[in-house]
């Protein structure tokens, strides 16, 4: 287990992913579109993508929102898993097994098609990758804690729900 007393920029308890997905929310939400001088999407693809990428927005965060809630006291920004907190298997954690992680993702991906983003849905996919290692670490911390948690894993999928 990590040194929970290690400074905050050794990284022990995961820092470093959360300083990784602050600047990669930013860039989402504020980076560049498409490259300068594309041409924007045409009508009636750029009307079905921005009300598509609504839906994703919407159904994303409230995944993401049912995770936050379903972990109540025992959310924690970094990957390492608080103490004295239990795994749960229930509620959006029954869907999928990182609901938060899932829910950003979608709402990355709507947010670029809402915004007829190129660049954005790139984002979005290097936000996936991001959380897809960034989950690999920490279920490695998770097995540590629960014994049971390897066969959670067998039953739940990681990121996106009945899918991967």
Known sequence: ??????????????????????????LVVFGPRSWPGAPSWPAPYSTIASG???VLIVAGGALAVGGVL?????????????EGAPLLE????????????SGLIFAA???GLFV?????????????????????REER????KF??????????????PWVY
Do not use: C
């Open 1 to 26: 287990m990590a040194d929970a007393h290690a400074p905050w920029w050794r990284g022990a308890r995961g820092e470093w992913y959360v300083v990784i997905q602050v600047a990669m929310f930013v």
């Open 52 to 54: 598509l990428g609504l």
């Open 70 to 82: 379903q972990l109540g006291s025992n959310l924690t920004a970094l990957p390492y898993p608080k």
């Open 90 to 101: 229930s509620g959006p954690y029954a869907i999928v097994r990182n609901p938060i992680y």
């Open 109 to 111: 991906f709507g947010f």
């Open 116 to 136: 007829n983003g190129w660049l954005t849905l790139g984002y979005a996919l290097v936000l996936f990758a991001f959380f897809d290692i960034k989950s690999r």
């Open 141 to 144: 911390w998770l097995r540590e």
């Open 147 to 160: 014994p049971e948690y390897a066969s959670y894993q067998r039953r739940v999928r990681k990121l996106v």
